[in-house]
Protein backbone atom coordinates (compact mmCIF):
# COMPACT_ATOMS: atom_id res chain seq x y z
CA UNK A 1 0.00 0.00 0.00
CA UNK A 2 0.96 3.43 -1.19
CA UNK A 3 -0.14 6.32 1.01
CA UNK A 4 -0.31 9.83 -0.89
CA UNK A 5 -1.86 13.32 -0.50
CA UNK A 6 -4.94 14.30 -2.89
CA UNK A 7 -6.32 17.68 -2.29
CA UNK A 8 -10.45 17.27 -1.74
CA UNK A 9 -11.18 19.61 -4.48
CA UNK A 10 -9.24 17.07 -6.95
CA UNK A 11 -10.66 13.62 -5.28
CA UNK A 12 -14.14 15.58 -5.44
CA UNK A 13 -13.70 16.40 -9.16
CA UNK A 14 -12.09 12.57 -10.05
CA UNK A 15 -15.27 11.08 -8.76
CA UNK A 16 -17.28 13.24 -10.42
CA UNK A 17 -15.51 11.89 -13.80
CA UNK A 18 -15.88 8.62 -13.03
CA UNK A 19 -19.76 8.36 -12.04
CA UNK A 20 -19.86 9.55 -15.83
CA UNK A 21 -18.66 6.20 -16.81
CA UNK A 22 -19.41 2.57 -16.46
CA UNK A 23 -15.85 1.16 -17.00
CA UNK A 24 -13.16 4.25 -16.34
CA UNK A 25 -9.86 3.54 -17.21
CA UNK A 26 -6.77 5.79 -14.92
CA UNK A 27 -3.39 6.08 -15.16
CA UNK A 28 -1.24 6.60 -12.22
CA UNK A 29 2.10 8.66 -13.20
CA UNK A 30 4.43 8.37 -10.33
CA UNK A 31 7.62 10.15 -11.76
CA UNK A 32 5.17 13.02 -12.64
CA UNK A 33 3.02 12.34 -9.21
CA UNK A 34 -0.38 12.69 -10.99
CA UNK A 35 -3.72 10.23 -11.64
CA UNK A 36 -5.00 10.77 -15.02
CA UNK A 37 -8.88 10.09 -15.70
CA UNK A 38 -8.52 8.78 -19.56
CA UNK A 39 -11.93 9.05 -20.29
CA UNK A 40 -12.76 12.67 -19.04
CA UNK A 41 -8.87 14.15 -19.64
CA UNK A 42 -8.99 14.91 -15.72
CA UNK A 43 -6.16 14.69 -14.32
CA UNK A 44 -5.21 15.38 -10.77
CA UNK A 45 -1.66 15.96 -8.75
CA UNK A 46 -0.74 13.79 -5.63
CA UNK A 47 1.75 14.29 -3.08
CA UNK A 48 4.18 11.14 -1.55
CA UNK A 49 6.68 10.73 0.58
CA UNK A 50 10.05 11.06 -1.47
CA UNK A 51 11.59 8.40 0.01
CA UNK A 52 8.76 5.89 -1.19
CA UNK A 53 9.28 7.38 -4.50
CA UNK A 54 12.27 7.02 -5.45
CA UNK A 55 12.20 3.07 -3.65
CA UNK A 56 9.14 2.70 -5.77
CA UNK A 57 10.77 4.44 -9.19
CA UNK A 58 13.85 2.20 -8.54
CA UNK A 59 12.45 -1.06 -7.18
CA UNK A 60 13.88 -0.86 -3.80
CA UNK A 61 12.42 -2.27 -0.56
CA UNK A 62 14.28 -0.78 2.37
CA UNK A 63 17.27 -2.97 2.95
CA UNK A 64 17.91 -2.34 -1.14
CA UNK A 65 17.59 1.60 -0.07
CA UNK A 66 19.94 1.39 2.63
CA UNK A 67 22.62 -0.81 0.33
CA UNK A 68 23.13 1.39 -2.52
CA UNK A 69 24.03 4.25 -0.07
CA UNK A 70 26.03 1.95 1.54
CA UNK A 71 29.01 4.32 0.61
CA UNK A 72 27.63 7.53 1.81
CA UNK A 73 27.13 5.57 5.24
CA UNK A 74 30.31 4.04 5.42
CA UNK A 75 32.23 7.61 5.09
CA UNK A 76 29.85 8.99 7.40
CA UNK A 77 30.69 6.56 10.62
CA UNK A 78 34.34 7.46 9.56
CA UNK A 79 33.77 11.10 9.67
CA UNK A 80 32.06 10.87 13.10
CA UNK A 81 34.94 8.43 13.97
CA UNK A 82 37.25 10.92 13.06
CA UNK A 83 35.94 13.66 15.22
CA UNK A 84 36.21 11.51 18.23
Known amino acids: MI???IAVKDVE????SLEKVEMAEIRIDLAEQSLY???????????IN???K?????????IDYLL????????YEFRN????
Open 3 to 5: CAS
Open 13 to 16: KCIE
Open 37 to 47: VISSGESVRFE
Open 50 to 52: PYK
Open 54 to 62: ECLMKGLDD
Open 68 to 75: SIKNSITA
Open 81 to 84: TLKK
